[in-house]
C-alpha cells in the first residue's frame, strides 16, 4: 500500500514555515511572493490603495498565520501592533498586564493609565493565583511569556480560562516562544502580537510586527484601525521578514541547543551569581556575582558576542538591561540578558568565558 500523500493540516511547523505563503504551483509563477513596491493599484478591485493592502504584505500574513493557527495583519512594528490591539479597549476599562514586559509595552500602558484612558493592574504573570485574583471587571489579560528580560513564564491555558470565565479577552504576546514553542491561540488566547523583528524576520535588518486571531470581528476592527492609523509595514520588511521565516525552524532550533548547553555551563560559573531559563528558545539572563559593574565589563569584553539591544537574531548579542533607566526596579542591576545566535557553540563558550575571567581578576 502507498502511503497516503500529506494533508496540508498535518504539515509540521517547520515544513509551514517553508511552504506557506507562496505564489499557485503553476508554471512561470515564481517560487517566491514577488516584492510588489506599489501606494496605488488600479481601481475596481479589493486593493486599490497601499495603505489598505499589499500582495507582498499577505505573503507574511499568509506564513504567520498559518503557524499561529489564525488570521494575520502585519504593522509597521511590534510596537504599533501592541498599541493597536490596545486601543480595542474601550475607555475607562482595566486591562491586568505583566509588571515584567518588554519597556515598550509597559511604557505604552502607562502613558495610557496616565492619561486616564485605561486602568493597569500589575501582576506577578507566573503567580497564577495573583493574576486570577486580580481579573474582576477586567476587559482584558496582557500576557507575555516568557517575559522580557526577567523569563517568567504564564501557565497559559490556566490564565486563558480564567480570565473567559471573568469576561476578559486575552492577548499574548508570543515574540520570545516564537509559533515553534508555544501557540497561544491553541492554548486560549484571543490575540497573538508579535515583534517580527526578532526571531521571525532573524536577521537583526528590519523592524516589523503581527497580530494574529481567529476572532473575525477582532480582526476586522484591527484591520479598519491599521487603515485609518496607517500603522502599515514597509513591503521591503514584509518581503525580508517572509524570506527569514524560511529559516525559522533551523534558526530557533540551533539557538536552543546552543542556550541549553550554555546554560548547563554557566550554572557552575563562579561569576555568574543566578541563570534565568524558561527551559526552551533561545534567551538567557544572567546575575553576575560582581554586580552592576561586572556586568558592564563583560558587555564590553566579550567578541563574539555583540553588544547591542534587541534579540532573536543569527548574531549572539548580549546587553545589561538596566542601562535603559525605564527598564523596572525589580529587574536586578546585574542582570544580563544574552540571545542566543547561531555561532558556533565552541566558539560562544571560549568568548563568554573568557570574558567572564577577564571581568573576575
Ligand atoms: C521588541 C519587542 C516588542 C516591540 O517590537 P518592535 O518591533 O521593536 O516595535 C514587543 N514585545 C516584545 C516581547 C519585544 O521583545
Redesign the pocket.
Known sequence: MTAMPPRSSDLSPATIAVQAGRPPHEPDQPLNSPLVPASVFVAGGDREYGRYSNPTWEGFEEALGALEGGRCLAYA????A?TSVLDLVSHGETVVAPRHA?L??LHQLGELERRGRLVVRQVDIADTTEVTGALDDAALLWI?SPT?PALEVADLPALTEAAHQAGASVVC?N??ATPLRQRPLDLGADVVVH?A??YLSGHADL???AVVTRDDQAWRALDERRRSFGAVPGVLEAWLALRGMRTLALRVDRSEASARELVRRLADHPAVGCVRYPGFGGIISIELAGGALAADLLCHATEVWVHAT??GGVESTLERRRRWTAEPATIPEELVRLSVGCEDIDDLWRDLDLALAQISS
Open positions: 512594528s511590534g510596537l504599533a501592541v518588554y515598550g509595552t507575555e522580557n504576546d515574540t520570545f515583534s523583528t526578532k523592524v516589523l510586527g534587541s534579540l
